[in-house]
C-alpha cells in the first residue's frame, strides 16, 4: 500500500544533541509537511517542500531545519533539542496543482508520527 | 486570514448515542473545510472533506458533516457511536487559494462509554 512512514516511532535525545527524525513516502507526491505537536494541541506547521523548495513558515525556530535529498525522502534535522522541543512529530505529503505553491484542497496524507522526548 | 474553533475539548457519549463534534471556521475567502481524526500515538487520518461540491459531505466510519455557510460551521455528527470512535478528533480549514496552509483547530477528544 503507497503510504507515509516515519522513523523512528520513538526517539529519545539529550538536552542539546542533534538529531535527525526521517520520513518517507511511496505517494509520489510533491508536497511534504513536517509538524509538530504538543501534547493535547493541535499540529503546527513547521515548514514545508514543494518539491526540492523549501518553505518555512515565519515562526519557525531556526533551532529546527529540514532536508530534502528526493522525492521520496524528508529529514527534520533539530540542531539543539531543548526540553520545550519535546512533542510528537508528523510528516505529511499531498498531491499537487503543478503551481509551485500549497494546493487547493487536497487531502494531506500523514504518517504515524515520531513522539520526541528531551532529557 | 482562517481560523477553527471547535467547541468542547471533550465530548463524552454512550455507544449507540448521537455524536455531535462542533466546527465554527471564519475565513475571508471560500473555504475548503476538513475533519481528521487521530487515535493514540497515531497520526491524522482524513474522515471527510468540503470543497463546494456539496453541502452534506459523507465520510469513512459512518461519519458525516454539514457545510453551514449562514452560520459559518461545519459540525461532525455520526448517528450511532461506536466505541472504536474514542479519539482525538481534528477540523481543519484552508483558504480556496493556493499557497496557503492547512489551519488546525484544537481538536476533540471524544469517549465512548458502553
Known amino acids: 500500500d503507497a503510504m507515509v512512514i516515519q522513523n523512528p516511532r520513538y526517539q529519545v535525545t539529550q538536552f542539546g544533541k542533534p538529531v535527525t527524525l526521517s520520513c518517507s513516502q511511496t505517494?509520489?507526491?510533491?508536497?511534504m509537511y513536517w509538524y509538530q505537536q504538543k501534547s493535547s494541541q493541535a499540529p503546527k506547521l513547521l515548514f514545508h517542500?514543494?518539491?526540492?523548495?523549501?518553505?518555512n513558515e515565519a515562526d519557525t525556530p531556526d533551532n529546527f531545519q529540514s532536508r530534502r535529498p528526493n522525492t521520496s525522502f524528508c529529514f527534520l534535522d533539530i540542531r539543539s533539542p531543548g526540553l520545550g522541543d519535546a512533542a510528537m512529530y508528523l510528516c505529511?505529503?499531498?498531491?499537487?496543482?503543478?503551481?509551485?505553491?500549497?494546493?487547493?484542497?487536497?487531502?494531506?496524507?500523514f504518517g504515524p508520527g515520531t513522539r520526541l522526548t528531551v532529557t | 486570514a482562517q481560523s477553527v474553533t471547535q467547541l468542547g475539548s471533550h465530548v463524552s457519549v454512550s455507544e449507540g448515542a448521537l455524536v455531535l463534534l462542533r466546527c465554527n471556521y471564519s475565513?475571508?475567502?471560500?473555504?475548503?473545510l476538513f475533519w481528521y481524526v487521530q487515535y493514540p500515538n497515531q497520526g491524522l487520518q482524513l474522515l471527510l472533506k468540503?470543497?463546494?461540491?456539496?453541502?452534506l459531505v459523507k465520510g469513512i466510519n459512518g461519519f458525516e458533516a454539514e457545510f453551514k455557510k449562514s452560520e459559518t460551521s461545519f459540525h461532525l455528527t455520526k448517528p450511532s457511536a461506536h466505541m472504536s470512535d474514542a479519539a482525538e478528533y481534528f477540523c481543519?480549514?484552508?483558504?480556496?487559494?493556493?499557497?496557503?496552509?492547512?489551519?488546525f483547530g484544537k481538536g476533540t477528544t471524544l469517549s465512548v462509554s458502553s
Open positions: 481543519a480549514v484552508s483558504a480556496n487559494q493556493a499557497g496557503t496552509a492547512l489551519i
Open positions: 505517494l509520489n507526491h510533491n508536497v
Open positions: 468540503y470543497t463546494s461540491a456539496a453541502t
Open positions: 475565513s475571508s475567502v471560500p473555504p475548503y
Open positions: 517542500y514543494y518539491d526540492k523548495d523549501f518553505n
Open positions: 505529511a505529503t499531498s498531491g499537487s496543482q503543478g503551481q509551485g505553491v500549497i494546493p487547493v484542497g487536497y487531502e494531506q496524507y
